[in-house]
T-cell receptor, first 115, second 115 residues
Framework: AQSVSQHNHHVILSEAASLELGCNYSYGGTVNLFWYVQYPGQHLQLLLKYFSGDPLVKGIKGFEAEFIKSKFSFNLRKPSVQWSDTAEYFCAVNVLGGGADGLTFGKGTHLIIQP | KAGVTQTPRYLIKTRGQQVTLSCSPISGHRSVSWYQQTPGQGLQFLFEYFSETQRNKGNFPGRFSGRQFSNSRSEMNVSTLELGDSALYLC??????????????FGPGTRLTVL
């Protein structure tokens, strides 16, 4: 079964700081990768996804992520965070052709942006 | 397009009872998946339905079951409730099934509390 590791469980940054959240997955086959965000009191929303092609993918609200196949990583980045980015961020992997594990999520990173 | 809707949003039950949760997917989506979210275990996959057939199942006991109707709406049932079943239950829908690379969009969830 695949697994997803998010290295930082809690991150506190000041506004305008740069952000990088780490995500590593264990499966060596063909995968689709996702970052979801859960703002306080809101439901899980898709931030960005990687299926194939350019390993640098751009999402909503200025977020981007880079897929590095050799490192089994899919790190999320934002050059300058805002107070409104305070939320829980989840990395997820879907194994193509598999399915027994569904969408496998990391434990999440709680991001707090201080004004 | 309207998003994924789930009813009810909140539910309180006692141990031993059973509960049915409902999910209406985004119009045109044929895949519906269910997840359990708890502070300790995070987001865990329960099962996926596609065109009224269960395609995949996570590692949950048989007390957790589901079904999908011809209009793609889905229900999840939990019988003989235990205290540990207290969680946020999320429904997600996608055009394609997970093994075929579907992108899942989540509903707001049903908060189940078992007393």
């Amino acid at each position: 079964a695949q697994s997803v590791s998010q290295h930082n469980h809690h991150v506190i940054l000041s506004e305008a700081a740069s952000l990088e959240l780490g995500c590593n997955y264990s499966y060596g086959g063909t995968v689709n990768l996702f970052w979801y965000v859960q703002y306080p009191g809101q439901h899980l929303q898709l931030l960005l996804k990687y299926f194939s092609g350019d390993p640098l993918v751009k999402g909503i609200k200025g977020f981007e992520a880079e897929f590095i196949k050799s490192k089994f990583s899919f790190n999320l980045r934002k050059p300058s965070v805002q107070w409104s980015d305070t939320a829980e961020y989840f990395c997820a992997v879907n194994v193509l052709g598999g399915g027994a594990d569904g969408l496998t999520f990391g434990k999440g990173t709680h991001l707090i942006i201080q004004p | 397009k309207a998003g994924v809707t789930q009813t009810p949003r909140y539910l309180i039950k006692t141990r031993g009872q059973q509960v049915t949760l409902s999910c209406s997917p985004i119009s045109g989506h044929r895949s519906v998946s269910w997840y359990q979210q708890t502070p300790g275990q995070g987001l865990q996959f329960l099962f996926e339905y596609f065109s009224e057939t269960q395609r995949n199942k996570g590692n949950f006991p048989g007390r957790f079951s589901g079904r999908q109707f011809s209009n793609s709406r889905s229900e999840m049932n939990v019988s003989t409730l235990e205290l540990g079943d207290s969680a946020l239950y999320l429904c997600a829908s996608s055009l394609a099934s997970l093994p075929e690379g579907g992108t899942q969009y989540f509903g707001p969830g049903t908060r189940l509390t078992v007393l």
